[in-house]
């Protein structure tokens, strides 16, 4: 019971003190609409996915992350839409919700830039099951008098192309911080609530010869309440068939990448993930795997980089 609550203390601190109420996943390049509504059919390649993350995998209700999603293409309607429904689980704490997102683009003359303004809905069920706390904690208050607590909230996005090279965006989500509260404490002065998450994400891509694809890219993630999260990568793509990306978390983690396609349609990607400290003196050195199943379909669009 000790290992349990040690670790499950280690990663209750790790969750507030980044203050991050939105699943996490390291391959966030495969499905950038997770992050922007706006990207939502930007490439003009629809797909469907399966993606999983287990972290921490020493400890006791290590966090685990399930997500399905996919992202279609409308160019007849100049437009995009993306759907995720994912489960994420730490402890004795679990998030079941759906994400929805409308992307409209609009495109140049030449078709060389497009600009896209997107929008998102999402729904989730807060979950805490009280049996794994009240061998240890009793019943204490703070657990909450409610098993579990549907919320809503929305968020909006822009996203800029140009020449399938330069990729620019911005997006807030959980834009209207909707209440999430499972207990009534009287007098106090915080309740609990949804916070704004704001992503910055840029990447280019560059022609290294060779049928070889070099992508620079860099996220900022900046929370209500918490430090701002960099992320800085590079991803080297060769013919479209086989990649290798490296991505470094300031002051968190460093990700090491790989990915390849079968018969133009089917992508299959892993990431393992290595955490500083102090986290590795307490994971065993686990770190996070993750594993991405993607299958394309409709008119697949090849790179033509000059």
């Given at each position: 019971?000790?290992?349990?609550?040690?670790?499950?203390?280690?990663?209750?601190?790790?969750v507030?003190?980044?203050?991050?109420?939105?699943?996490?996943?390291?391959?966030?390049l495969?499905?950038?609409?997770?992050?922007?509504?706006a990207?939502?059919?930007?490439?003009?390649?629809?797909?469907?996915?399966?993606?999983?993350?287990?972290?921490?995998?020493?400890?006791?209700?290590?966090?685990?992350?399930?997500m399905?999603?996919?992202?279609?293409?409308?160019?007849?309607?100049?437009?995009?839409?993306?759907?995720y429904?994912?489960?994420?689980?730490?402890?004795?704490?679990?998030?079941?919700?759906?994400?929805?997102a409308?992307?409209?683009?609009?495109?140049?003359?030449?078709?060389?830039?497009k600009?896209?303004?997107?929008?998102?809905?999402?729904?989730?069920?807060?979950?805490?099951d009280?049996?794994?706390?009240?061998?240890?904690?009793?019943?204490?208050?703070?657990?909450?008098?409610?098993?579990?607590?549907?919320?809503?909230?929305?968020?909006?996005?822009?996203?800029?192309?140009?020449?399938?090279?330069?990729?620019?965006?911005?997006?807030?989500?959980?834009?209207?911080?909707?209440?999430?509260?499972?207990?009534?404490?009287?007098?106090?002065n915080?309740?609990?609530?949804?916070?704004?998450?704001?992503?910055?994400?840029?990447?280019?891509?560059?022609?290294?010869?060779?049928?070889?694809?070099?992508?620079?890219?860099?996220l900022?993630?900046?929370?209500?309440?918490?430090?701002?999260e960099?992320?800085?990568?590079?991803?080297?793509?060769?013919?479209?068939?086989?990649?290798?990306?490296?991505?470094?978390?300031?002051?968190?983690l460093?990700?090491?990448?790989?990915g390849?396609?079968?018969?133009?349609?089917?992508?299959?990607?892993?990431?393992?993930?290595?955490?500083?400290?102090?986290?590795?003196e307490?994971?065993?050195?686990?770190?996070?795997?993750?594993?991405?199943?993607?299958?394309?379909?409709?008119?697949?669009?090849?790179?033509?980089?000059?």
């Amino acid at each position: 019971m000790r290992k349990y609550i040690l670790a499950l203390l280690l990663c209750v601190g790790f969750v507030a003190a980044n203050a991050q109420q939105l699943h996490f996943m390291s391959q966030y390049l495969q499905h950038n609409s997770m992050l922007n509504p706006a990207a939502a059919g930007i490439t003009d390649k629809s797909t469907i996915g399966v993606s999983y993350r287990n972290q921490w995998t020493t400890f006791p209700g290590n966090p685990k992350t399930l997500m399905v999603y996919t992202d279609i293409s409308l160019p007849k309607l100049k437009a995009g839409i993306a759907g995720y429904m994912y489960k994420d689980e730490t402890g004795p704490t679990s998030r079941t919700g759906v994400q929805l997102a409308y992307s409209y683009h609009i495109i140049s003359k030449d078709e060389k830039q497009k600009f896209a303004m997107g929008i998102e809905l999402r729904g989730f069920q807060y979950a805490i099951d009280r049996n794994k706390l009240t061998e240890a904690l009793g019943n204490d208050p703070v657990l909450g008098s409610a098993d579990s607590k549907f919320g809503f909230d929305a968020g909006f996005g822009i996203y800029y192309t140009k020449n399938d090279k330069l990729t620019v965006g911005a997006a807030v989500s959980q834009l209207i911080q909707s209440k999430l509260q499972l207990n009534y404490v009287p007098n106090a002065n915080v309740s609990g609530r949804l916070y704004r998450h704001f992503n910055f994400l840029a990447n280019y891509k560059y022609n290294a010869g060779d049928d070889i694809i070099l992508i620079p890219n860099a996220l900022l993630r900046v929370i209500q309440n918490a430090p701002a999260e960099f992320e800085l990568g590079v991803k080297l793509d060769y013919q479209e068939i086989l990649w290798l990306a490296v991505i470094a978390k300031f002051r968190q983690l460093y990700s090491l990448q790989l990915g390849f396609k079968l018969k133009d349609r089917v992508n299959i990607s892993y990431s393992y993930d290595a955490f500083k400290s102090p986290a590795t003196e307490f994971d065993g050195n686990s770190g996070a795997h993750e594993i991405g199943l993607r299958f394309d379909f409709g008119k697949i669009k090849k790179q033509t980089l000059k």
